[in-house]
């Protein structure tokens, strides 16, 4: 543990650590940990604490927080319900997902940001669980359409990861039934050029437009999912919308008392029980959608 | 603050200062204060005083005034429409930008310009709005063909934004709904290669037609946009632009004060008053037209 | 022999190795002693005997186990049907390799393999046993299909594989009547640029439509094979996909023992026997599915 | 001035001499003064006088004399009516520039030249100027189809740059009503590689046959013009043509005159007066057609 | 002569040796002698023979003898078969080429090969001897099609072969009546990059389909006069196929009496007499069939 | 003039070895008259005569004699038909050009050789001049077809430069009236890379068609002409040809006296008389084919 000099504290479990951050390779433990060890510091502690290791986390997946940005109302306003769309989506559609975080916190060039979490690790994943996948990630865009009847630029990056997981569902997992068990275009393992799989088509122009008509299905069939869902939350959305606009950041357990009906008031009397504290449990494994979307086929390729 | 030796004078306030140029890099404030002490050491002044500093700004922006060209009447008379044509097309449709300065003065490469503002920090931006940049972009090639029934060469650098923002819109930020909530063509970040976004195509010819199409429908309805406002407004943009080739610069107040209705005389008679001084107000954020386009995303990205 | 002092047992004869290592370079044999000899030695043998060696061909073909990753029981699952389903389509369908090895046990990337085996070297391959090779292939996908009804990520190297096969049949070995015998794109040998055959197309957009036509209709030719083969032994694939569930690894006398319907007790019963030794038979030649296809031209090539 | 120690007559105005070369760089200049003092010391005279930079001028634009050049009768005349016809059809349409100077004198790569210039310097073209100009570059080939019912490896420059100007009008300047205000294709300033304007596409083959047609179009458009002009004068243009075969280079005021239906001899009586001296006039600003078509855009850029 | 201290046995004849290896370089010939004298040295003799020589071509030529590969019964079979179609297709269809050996041992990368020669030199090479020569390389893969109704990965050079070919034939050497007399496609004779002719188009798509079916037309005319020579002569195909998998080489003399029906025992009988030596003749040209195909052009061309 | 120590013989005119050579490059004389200093001091004369100039030109321009190549009796005959296929087409076509000499002695890469001459220096060449040097090339491939009813490789050469004149045609000078007065394609001047002009497209594929149908009726077209004027002079092509084949060169004025009906024996009995020494009379300028076609635009061009 590369701590700079400051012990954890005492009720750390580094069993937990490791389990809340799936995914992390050794280089983002050990930023995690320097951040962590930094903020101690800067809080005259002496032992990096539970909060401490939590922010640290929190930097690592999606940048410092950047609180002297000014919104808008109209902004903060887009941004909330933006983030409660991918929230909704995520929980009523995601099976294998819990949302880990909500928050309209600007961080890094994100103006807020939803993190869901697998419910174990993952090494096989099917296409139920891809198309689930971009529509929650659709979620926020959707959100926009439904409560504002207008889009922003602000999707840019939703709209990135959207295009490229439903490439390679087309082109990569053999997920078209139309196009059958097969990969399309020629992927580039050379880390300089950095080049995405398919980069290079080795196909006929028909072919093209085939591939194109179904990348278009998939994410059209997901978009219309989340609109779909959001729709017949929308009493939830507008509720929850709110809720974050005020709170600016609402965890897990917050989430769900208060997407069950829970009173703000009660739920947020209890924050300041610490995360994973009031009840006994280790937090979940979270892993930030904010991370460049894996190659499922590096996590489950099997022959 | 590299002033080059010359001392601010007491009455700056660089609050103002850096209110009134968004936008700007480290390295532009260093141009623009260096601008504004050699102006200062030019004039024999000792103190950097407003005018300096507005001069210097304009530098950054637009380059240095070219008063040793001489056009010919008609190269004037077009401009000054061409300006006008943008000042008015923004006026009417821009909701979050005002007009801050309309000049038929060369600077740079530019025969005039126009520059607006908006009125406050923006991180997100509507398509709507986006539409109306448009508009008011291609607003001086709009102005040229209801005046003159003739186009001219000078609108070559509206064309290349306007081209560059249509393309966003439909390639990078999913505003097509013909073509759904996803990116298309692949961007390169690499410095070096300086490349634009969507620079590679990565789809079918079929797919690159529906492109062309949107592309062109999103330019098409903008520039019926502007020739509807002008025309509205024929009798304004004849009036205004007669008065922009006596006067060669109006800024904000003038513009307002004289569209409202307010005689020449009345409104010039108050020229003398320092900009932003006459009413005790600070001068308003402006930002430059001429600068490249920002793309929206850098400011408004959210997950 | 490079075996870093550790000398060989006696009962091994060197003659069974290479002949159990089919299409191993030098530099392949070199490292199977070496991975031997080092499992000797963590072992505390003083002798290389036959089951590191085992180990150590597996070694090399697959990598090295990896039990600390921990899947779910429906990942499992969804493994020991994938891999049976490569077995079951392999076995029913190839006249001229047998089924060596089938295992659950991460490897490397993989999450489970299945290892055939030729009866001889081959310098020549047929149409016919190319096609059994892409049903094969193909037949991990296709259980997945028939017993899930859902497709996963797990087998996008089955389909890079199949794809780069049905490819040179086409455009290689002039395996497509309609297209006739000849070759389709430019090969580049250089080492440097490590493309693969027929990467540059020499020919029409039009020759490039029915060239995916026919690859397609290959790949849908071997893909309604394996289902065919799967569908008519629906039965063993259940059966046998739970007994390797429970058993993890399956040897080739185990799986056509309890294809043949022999217990599992009476088949395992037998296990305690060294690998080739219960019967006196040495271990055939085995060819590693993992290893990249080989170009058969390079070993069959004739003029 | 560099002017290799040979000082300027006196009666030469240096005012007079940058204005008759508009376009000209410091680089040019220089380069005209060496050539007239090198001249002025061959002809063994002490100071450069008009004559000499009159020359000098020449040789800038269009590069030495080539009187060593042997034509037969047939390629003069062949030089005569394409140079005339550049003349007519400018003298006819042109409403901004002049005939300057006509000779079928070769120099550099040409066999002839014509050379127009401006009344004024210039910052915008209009559509309508572009077009005569375009009309003006196919008169020479207009001249050759009218009189010869043949066409010669003459005029390969004249439609090169007709090409890249209609090219412009279309990509660049958004002239083409159909195709609408924008531009088209990716321009590259890195001057390395020096490509053109709008070198890469950045749009569909659909689009790409629309752009044709349109250059076609404003091409076709030009051409008819050219020839409707020629034929309206086929009279002027066999006169001219002849003066111009015996004569070798016509003036402008000549050219004017003898349209004017003036006599030969009395015209060329006066040719003793040296240029510009007659009347006491200055001479007119010339801009010379061989030098490459500057870009509109970089003269008369308006925002 | 490099001989490596190995002197040529007296009677050698070094015009013989020349005309034996046409199309040899001098460096191809160096390596020759030196083959040649490291196998003298080998056999321990003093003297280079004639036996030694001939080795030497045939290692140029196609590569040392493998005889430590392995193939089986099948693959002998399907080999013989192939080499033997290769040979009475040229046999009955090629008027200037004679066949000089046939072997089944394999060598290089080759399992077998056919070796035939010219007559006398040539310097142009007619469309009808291109045709031939056509059709003998798909001899191999025909005999396989009609003996075994099956294709292998064997034909994969032949296949190569025949497509630049014929692509030579309608690209290069004007051949197709459609396209006319004109070539198609730029060369690049730049030996860096290697490249072959015509391999960048410098036509439009339609041009490149026309291509495509000129090319498989001419293929699919060769394919089906090399299978109608095979079908006309099966049963001299069955016949001489087993009498090559029995003595594994035959060489022209044999070749040639073992087809006019002499008997095996008596054509084999007279096999001890050196290559060349029975009847006093010198043996022919031989140009061997595995070198890359000569680009005629170079032969024989002629302006 | 460098000349090896070798003086001129002082009957040689430098005037008439100049005229002779027409296009030759500084360089190009040079090596003239190294190659006739050579053969002088191999011949054992004190001076270069007439002969040993003649013999220079035409190594420079054809390169050495190759007689130890042993063409068969076929060759020999295809060959002289096609240099008087050549010959006899640009006789009754040509109207600018002469024929200078016809060989069947090979030369450098070239099997014969047909050298014509201009008239006179030439710097417009018309289309219908275009056409005819199209139609003489493509007569030795006529003649073939005609008389053999079959083509060879030999034509290769002349079919690149009927392709790239054509090219230049179409492309470059705006000869096709349906793509009108235009150029088509990017030319490239970068000496290094080399490119041909109009090397890299800049127009549609629907424009590349066109321009196909263009090339392709142009070539057509002298492919036409061509074999109408041979069919007409059927009986001179082989009584000449027949002739060549025996006397293997012909010049200039026995090609027009044996064309006009005069005996062989006659006609022959003057060879012993020096080139162009017999009538006193200097020979007339050759220009020898064998040279890359030299783009007309750079010794014609105007503006």
Not at 137 to 156: D, K, P, Q, S, W
Request: aromatic share 4%; net charge negative; glycine share 10%.
């Amino acid at each position: 543990m590369h701590s700079k000099g400051k012990p954890l504290a005492p009720e750390i479990e580094l069993d937990t650590l490791a389990a809340g951050t799936p995914g992390f390779t050794g280089a983002d433990l050990a930023n995690l940990v320097n951040e962590a060890a930094l903020l101690t510091a800067r809080r005259g502690l002496k032992q990096i604490g539970q909060a401490e290791l939590e922010e640290g986390i929190m930097r690592v997946i999606a940048g410092p927080e950047k609180r002297t940005r000014l919104f808008s109302e109209q902004e903060r306003k887009v941004t909330a319900y933006h983030e409660m769309g991918h929230a909704l989506v995520g929980h009523f559609l995601q099976r294998t997902e819990d949302i880990h975080k909500i928050s309209i916190i600007s961080r890094g060039q994100a103006l807020g940001y939803t993190i869901s979490l697998p419910r174990e690790d993952r090494y096989l994943t099917t296409r139920t669980e891809l198309m689930e996948e971009l529509g929650m990630t659709l979620g926020g865009r959707a959100a926009e359409e439904i409560v504002f009847n207008e889009v922003t630029t602000g999707a840019a990056n939703d709209l990135e990861r959207v295009t490229q997981l439903a490439k390679q569902m087309v082109m990569r997992f053999g997920m078209s039934e139309k196009l059958g068990p097969r990969v399309l275009g020629r992927s580039h393992d050379q880390p300089f050029m950095g080049r995405e799989y398919g980069a290079e088509p080795d196909y006929s122009d028909e072919m093209a437009r085939e591939i194109d008509d179904e990348i278009r299905r998939v994410i059209e069939e997901a978009h219309v999912t989340a609109q779909k869902v959001l729709r017949e939350h929308l009493e939830d959305l507008n509720r929850m919308a709110n809720l974050l606009i005020g709170r600016e950041t609402i965890d897990r357990e917050q989430f769900e008392r208060l997407l069950a009906g829970e009173s703000e008031e009660r739920v947020f009397a209890d924050a300041a029980v610490p995360p994973g504290g009031g009840d006994g449990k280790k937090p979940r494994k979270s892993r930030a959608k904010p991370k460049p979307y894996p190659l499922p086929g590096t996590e489950g390729a099997k022959s």
